[in-house]
């Protein structure tokens, strides 16, 4: 079982990929927004993110750059909605 971070501003995708994830086994953590995707990124450090681009507070694109940036988050693999 692998920890999945999904982050999307939008509550139906969150729960339609949660849905699917959790069928297959995986925990699911959800964030809203970008700034809270990071934080759960550094406090939980899941195995694994699915990411909306387009994100209130920080977008996918600029959280992925920061998941990058840091070398204990940087392996993290990355889906980009």
């Not at 699917?20 to 959800?30: A, D, N, S, T």
């Not at 700034?35 to 195995?47: G, H, I, K, N």
């Amino acid at each position: 079982m692998a920890r999945v971070l999904v982050a999307d501003d939008e509550p139906d995708i969150r729960r339609i990929i949660g849905i699917f994830l959790r069928r297959v086994g995986h925990e699911i953590v959800e964030a809203d927004d970008g700034m809270s995707a990071m934080a759960l990124m550094e406090e939980l450090r899941p195995d694994a993110a699915v990411v909306d681009v387009v994100m209130p507070g920080m977008t996918g694109i600029e959280l992925t750059r920061t998941i990058r940036s840091l070398p204990h988050l940087a392996p993290t693999p990355i889906i980009m909605l």
